[in-house]
T-cell receptor, first 118, second 113 residues
Framework: AQKITQTQPGMFVQEKEAVTLDCTYD???????LFWYKQPSSGEMIFLIY????DEQNATEGRYSLNFQKARKSANLVISASQLGDSAMYFC?????WGAGTASKLTFGTGTRLQVTL | DGGITQSPKYLFRKEGQNVTLSCEQN?????MYWYRQDPGQGLRLIYY???????QKGDIAEGYSVSREKKESFPLTVTSAQKNPTAFYLC????????????FGPGTRLTVT
């Protein structure tokens, strides 16, 4: 079984500042993938960034980077230079990368609501 | 433009009625998924399908049914057996293989009274 924990129900950050959203996970799988999604108030889930458990470098996508610490089982999302449009819910998710029956099952955390202020 | 469409955006039904939520994708993805989201919670997997004419139960399949007769379409039926059907329903699709991200549709908000 897999579990994702996001301990920050809400975060505030000033425009142009960086912010870190926490994510810890628990799994017995040796190989897995970690994902971050953004959910604006419209409801659609937007994929942000992916990290494979065997990737040696932390993933980056524009202003998003993933601080992956495998030994601590954490996969924190860092947003640099926050913008007003970054205000949304952010979800961390994971799934194993082996096993035909389980490979598709994404397990989500409960999310962090980020509010960017002027 | 390629993407996933879900219709309608808002759906209202009386208790005891079955209701079918539509999900269509033109991304040429093999795999499709249905998730449920309740207020203040993350997404929970209802059903998923890796190929046409095949699907598997997710974590909360009771009270739901699906079909996958076409690659592009994966409708979800919320039956009267589902005890708490009011929720936000999200459909997703992806290439097969767990390294690929899932792309989501805009969601359908179902209210049952």
């Amino acid at each position: 079984a897999q579990k994702i924990t996001q301990t920050q129900p809400g975060m505030f950050v000033q425009e142009k500042e960086a912010v870190t959203l926490d994510c810890t996970y628990d799994t017995s799988d040796q190989s897995y993938g970690l994902f971050w999604y953004k959910q604006p108030s419209s409801g659609e889930m937007i994929f942000l960034i992916y990290q494979g458990s065997y990737d040696e470098q932390n993933a980056t996508e524009g202003r998003y980077s993933l601080n992956f610490q495998k030994a601590r089982k954490s996969a924190n999302l860092v947003i640099s230079a926050s913008q007003l449009g970054d205000s949304a819910m952010y979800f961390c998710a994971m799934r194993p990368t082996w096993g035909a029956g389980t490979a598709s099952k994404l397990t989500f955390g409960t999310g962090t609501r980020l509010q960017v202020t002027l | 433009d390629g993407g996933i469409t879900q219709s309608p955006k808002y759906l209202f039904r009386k208790e005891g009625q079955n209701v079918t939520l539509s999900c269509e994708q033109n991304l040429n993805h093999d795999a499709m998924y249905w998730y449920r989201q309740d207020p203040g919670q993350g997404l929970r997997l209802i059903y998923y399908s890796q190929i046409v004419n095949d699907f598997q139960k997710g974590d909360i399949a009771e009270g739901y049914s699906v079909s996958r007769e076409k690659k592009e379409s994966f409708p979800l039926t919320v039956t009267s057996a589902q005890k708490n059907p009011t929720a936000f329903y999200l459909c997703a699709s992806s290439h097969r293989g767990s390294d690929y991200e899932q792309y989501f549709g805009p969601g359908t908000r179902l209210t049952v009274t």
